[in-house]
């Protein structure tokens, strides 16, 4: 079972609470569809805003699905037929989700904790980065570019593949959508569109690096960061 503590390994964390509540944190085990996480989410940014609930992060897998964020071109779209398509209110382009990805729908109180989009996803980001150095890997964000990228070598060549994507939208200061990390989802999925709009880099997933790492070790790895990044978190029952 995950511990929630509220401050593991004694720092402040990066972009905390000013009164120190904790989060709540839930997992869903089956898959959930796009459009009911999308109607649980609004729901609960909704009653955060309005102070009748508290913050939540909630992981989840969904069926293989194409989303298209606000910045998506039509061009982008290479397989319309392949899997299902939804619109998305989340900044960015096309992203592809499905089994075997960790997907994390994040909805903090920006008033309780600071009014600062950019600082909330330089905070995703550093969370991500963090968790998954507890792998050994070493990844990072790069100018001009969205999400969490490797290099990958070889014998006289590199390159960049991304590993976890961002997205989020705001309403009242309280954000929702997020952010998704590759374990072992099947990476052909995403010749059906252009990730993104990264038409030179690729994606990879923590498998596809020749570590076996499961699912339930990347929550405990991503828990043990947002303590870091976020501060402390409490159980709570899924929305679905």
């Known amino acids: 079972m995950l511990d929630h503590l509220l401050n593991p390994e004694g720092h402040t964390p990066l972009f905390g609470r000013q009164d120190g509540a904790a989060a709540g944190w839930a997992l869903s085990r089956g898959q959930v569809?796009?459009?009911?996480?999308?109607?649980?989410?609004?729901?609960?940014?909704?009653a955060i805003a309005d102070g009748r609930e508290g913050e939540l992060i909630w992981l989840l897998e969904h069926p293989p699905l194409y989303t298209a964020g606000v910045s998506a071109r039509t061009e982008d779209l290479l397989d319309a037929a392949r899997f299902p398509v939804f619109a998305s209110g989340?900044?960015?382009?096309?992203?592809?989700?499905?089994?075997?990805?960790?997907?994390?729908?994040?909805m903090l109180d920006l008033t309780a904790r600071r009014r600062d989009v950019k600082a909330l996803v330089s905070a995703l980001e550093h969370w991500i980065i963090q968790a998954l150095a507890r792998f050994n890997v070493e990844a990072g964000v790069r100018p001009g570019r969205v999400g969490v990228w490797v290099e990958r070598r070889g014998p006289g060549w590199s390159r960049d593949d991304k590993i976890a994507a961002l997205g989020i939208k705001l309403r009242r200061w309280v954000s929702y959508h997020g952010v998704s990390i590759n374990v072992e989802?099947?990476?052909?999925?995403?010749?059906?569109?252009?990730?993104?709009?990264?038409?030179?880099?690729?994606?990879?997933?923590?498998?596809?690096?020749?570590?076996?790492v499961t699912l339930d070790e990347v929550d405990a790895a991503l828990l043990q960061s947002f303590h870091r990044v976020f501060g402390p978190t409490r159980p709570?029952?899924?929305?679905?």
């Open 90 to 106: 989340r900044g960015g382009q096309y992203t592809y989700h499905g089994p075997g990805q960790r997907v994390v729908y994040v």
């Open 185 to 212: 989802p099947d990476l052909g999925h995403f010749a059906g569109i252009v990730p993104c709009g990264q038409t030179e880099h690729g994606v990879t997933s923590l498998v596809d690096l020749g570590l076996p």
């Open 236 to 240: 709570e029952v899924a929305p679905y």
């Open 33 to 46: 569809s796009y459009p009911d996480a999308v109607f649980a989410m609004e729901r609960r940014a909704a």
